[in-house]
């Protein structure tokens, strides 16, 4: 087929098998699949496509190359000189945020904190500087009101698919149509950065700094890599799931408990009063209100403590 070529997959999530077959409806060649997960080498094996566990084994596969582009799907690992050099035309990495505005690991949890109104996804070259490299596609969309570290990566997600569509559109064999970055590095988060309040809540903020930061914890079912909001009652913590900011505000003293009943655990904050609308414990199970209270000794008039975050802990 005119202009299809031979690529390598790299990644570790289901957004890489979904390109993959973006790839292969354009007549494209995946000689390889690079992945520690092994539902997606499972997948590439079914497909015909080899399948490697890691970078070693990439490296060691001679008979692999040439091979025109590398694709970085979904992986968190910083690739070295030797495995950006591999494809004879680019390597290229998808980004879950805005170039330069939203640089590194986990940035729709910190849009959400930073309540940003627009977010996006990237497709740029990788370069010896993380982040950094020209972008060949991108796509930015508006948050929604009450958006969760889910939902938003639901749209990363989407995202992600339909601007990889129009990237391989454009990957023919004329020079690729590059854009370079905006200005300098806006923000760049590492895997070690996490929320200011170390993601315990402080019941001395406003109720919408605290529900935002609820939501900014919430991966619903997914692998959680930042850590959840976490309060506590009486030394005994739980992870707070979900919350509402009401029009109320009594004026207590803030994490002062107002009221338990079956819509959740009403507290006080430094503004409006804030309702616990879903509890659960450090394992993640849920937590129905009326019980919970029962477990942590919680009444009306009682006061969550503020957790100090132990050491060396997320």
């Known amino acids: ?3 299809s070529w031979r690529c390598v997959l790299l990644g570790s999530e289901s957004l890489l098998i ?4 973006i790839l292969e409806q354009g007549g494209h060649q995946i000689a390889a699949v690079v992945s520690r997960r092994a539902s997606v080498r499972r997948w590439a094996a079914e497909r015909g496509i080899r399948a490697l566990p890691d970078i070693p084994a990439l490296l060691a596969a001679q008979d692999l190359r040439p091979f025109e582009f590398l694709f970085s799907i979904t992986n968190l690992a910083v690739l070295s000189p ?51 490299g020209d972008i060949l596609a991108r796509r930015e969309f508006d948050l929604s009101p009450g958006e969760t570290a889910l939902t938003l990566n639901t749209k990363c ?14 990957l023919g064999d004329a020079p690729l149509t590059l854009e370079p970055q905006r200005g300098v590095l806006q923000k760049y988060f590492s895997r ?22 609820v939501r900014a914890l919430d991966f619903g079912n997914y692998a959680n890599p930042i850590g959840s909001a976490k309060a506590g009652y009486g030394g005994h913590s739980l992870i707070v799931a979900d919350t509402a900011v009401q029009s109320t505000a009594s004026g207590a003293l803030p994490g002062t408990i107002l009221a338990i009943d079956d819509a959740g655990v009403l507290v006080a904050t430094a503004d409006q009063d804030l309702q616990l609308r879903r509890l659960e414990s450090l394992e993640g199970s849920p937590l129905v209100p009326a019980v919970a209270a029962r477990q ?3 009444s009306p008039g009682g006061r969550f403590d503020h957790l100090a975050k132990p050491k060396g802990t997320a």
């Open 82 to 132: 030797e495995v950006l050099a591999l494809p004879s035309r680019a390597a290229i990495n998808f980004h879950d945020g805005p170039l330069p505005e939203y640089a590194g690991l986990n940035t729709p949890v910190w849009a959400i904190l930073n309540r940003e109104q627009r977010h996006g996804v990237t497709w740029h070259l990788m370069t010896g500087q993380v982040d950094r």
């Open 1 to 3: 087929m005119k202009n």
């Open 18 to 21: 979904q390109c993959g077959q």
């Open 157 to 170: 997600y989407q995202a992600g698919m339909e601007s990889f569509e129009a990237l391989v559109a454009g």
């Open 192 to 213: 070690k950065d996490r929320p200011a309040a170390a993601s315990t809540i402080d019941w001395t903020a406003s109720a919408e700094t605290i529900a935002t930061l």
């Open 296 to 298: 942590f000794g919680m």
